[in-house]
């Protein structure tokens, strides 16, 4: 089991910044890939980036690029979100989640970092960013 808290999520306005964190406990969290997904009222929940269990590659919903960037330091079994220039429409829930960062794909073990929610096995309860126009 790998148990996922976030914190840093807070109010904030149109143009500024926060910092989501994710602290991982209860297993290897070197060995596992990260990522960070939203859900805003009423839609579904939506992939937002993810970073490889090395840290060598990380990927982004087109809305964000540009905007934020997601770290680890595996050292603190900790993930982060920076979030710059923040938009209203980035009002959400966000959560992070874990899954093993590798898989077998056509009998090869791979790197894999998913952005699917459904591949992904962990998951922390989520921290409200609400951004004000």
């Known amino acids: 089991q790998v148990q996922l808290v976030e914190s840093g999520g807070g109010l904030v306005q149109a143009g500024g910044s926060l910092r989501l964190s994710c602290a991982a406990s209860?297993?290897?969290?070197?060995?596992?890939?990260m990522g960070w997904f939203r859900q805003a009222p009423g839609k579904e929940r939506e992939f937002v980036a993810a970073i490889s269990w090395s840290g060598g590659s990380s990927y982004y919903v087109d809305s964000v690029k540009g905007r934020f960037t997601i770290s680890r330091d595996n050292a603190k079994n900790t993930v982060y979100l920076q979030m710059n220039s923040l938009k209203p429409e980035d009002t959400a829930v966000y959560y992070c989640a874990a899954r093993l960062g590798i898989k077998s794909i056509g009998g090869v073990v791979r790197e894999y970092t998913p952005k699917e929610t459904s591949e992904y096995d962990y998951w922390g309860q989520g921290t409200q960013v609400t951004v004000s126009s």
């Open positions: 209860g297993r290897t969290f070197s060995n596992y890939a």
